[in-house]
């Protein structure tokens, strides 16, 4: 499976390849978003590319038009609560706390970050922890549904803003990971964690870990990922596509 992941800051050479030379990314099958983009930006990259995507939001809010929140009480000035917002891009929904099958994966997604100054997409660990709790059923119950139908479940990617605690996070209080996240990865081994929130003095610098069978990568910028049985890859150009193994 071939992955274009952004995250976190919009990335001008991206942009210049999709206008000049979009027939080298056509071998991505699947756009991911790890939050704090322009709802603009994401569509822009829908439609140069011409792929579904799915995504999170981070912890940062920008400019969302009403119809985007699905739920909202049009007669009050104010938002529902954050756990009760579904909000869409590019006529995709929302994933966190969500689980969607795509291509032979299972995708989760957890959004936001931990909480430091109040601010709308920031969590608690105990608020997180039951979504994380909620989501690990929601796994089961999925992978269950896929051995029903005879489909062959290739693995398991999580994309969520922060990062788990202790892995690719920083220590100031508003980058520090969420510690439930090491049980989601404990208990379900997931193939492929990706993240953004944290950000890199080089925006083409790799920033990857890993704990037992789960590799933890950074997307922030933008990122090339190509999935072949269990093997990840990671670069910022599309000659990773070609590679045959």
């Known amino acids: 499976m071939n992955i274009l992941s952004v995250s976190d800051i919009p990335s001008r050479a991206l942009e210049?390849?999709?206008?000049?030379s979009p027939?080298?990314?056509?071998?991505?099958?699947?756009?991911?978003s790890c939050g704090d983009l322009e709802k603009e930006y994401l569509e822009f990259l829908v439609d140069g590319l011409n792929k579904d995507i799915l995504f999170v939001?981070?912890?940062?809010?920008?400019?969302?038009?009403?119809?985007?929140?699905?739920?909202?009480?049009?007669?009050?000035?104010?938002?529902?609560?954050?756990?009760?917002?579904?909000?869409?891009?590019?006529?995709?929904t929302d994933l966190h706390s969500r689980v969607q099958e795509c291509n032979?994966?299972?995708?989760?997604?957890f959004?936001?970050?931990?909480?430091?100054?109040?601010?709308?997409?920031?969590?608690?660990?105990?608020?997180?922890?039951?979504?994380?709790?909620?989501?690990?059923?929601?796994?089961?119950l999925e992978q269950f549904k896929m051995a029903l139908l005879r489909k062959n479940l290739k693995g398991i990617i999580v994309l969520s803003h922060s990062a788990p605690f202790?892995?690719?996070?920083?220590?100031?209080?508003?980058?520090?990971?969420?510690?439930?996240?090491?049980?989601?990865?404990?208990?379900?081994?997931?193939?492929?964690?990706?993240?953004?929130?944290?950000?890199?003095?080089?925006m083409y610098q790799n920033q990857i870990a890993h704990t037992?069978?789960?590799?933890?990568?950074?997307?922030?910028?933008?990122?090339?990922i190509k999935i072949d049985n269990d093997k990840i890859d990671v670069a910022y150009t599309t000659d990773l596509f070609d590679i045959k193994r």
């Not at 210049?16 to 000049?20: K, V």
């Not at 996070?169 to 929130?197: E, M, R, Y």
């Not at 990568?217 to 990122?223: H, V």
């Open 57 to 92: 939001f981070g912890n940062h809010e920008y400019r969302w038009d009403r119809e985007d929140y699905f739920g909202y009480e049009k007669e009050q000035d104010i938002l529902p609560k954050k756990d009760k917002i579904v909000k869409r891009i590019a006529g995709a």
């Open 23 to 32: 027939d080298k990314l056509k071998k991505i099958d699947l756009i991911i």
């Open 166 to 202: 202790g892995i690719n996070d920083q220590s100031d209080p508003a980058h520090i990971g969420f510690k439930c996240f090491n049980d989601f990865i404990k208990h379900v081994s997931p193939t492929l964690w990706l993240h953004g929130h944290i950000h890199l003095q080089d």
């Open 111 to 140: 959004g936001g970050s931990i909480l430091y100054n109040n601010g709308r997409n920031q969590f608690s660990e105990k608020e997180m922890d039951k979504i994380v709790s909620k989501a690990i059923i929601k796994v089961r």
């Open 16 to 20: 210049a390849l999709i206008l000049r």
């Open 212 to 224: 037992g069978s789960t590799t933890v990568l950074n997307t922030y910028g933008y990122k090339f």
């Open 104 to 109: 032979g994966y299972i995708f989760v997604g």
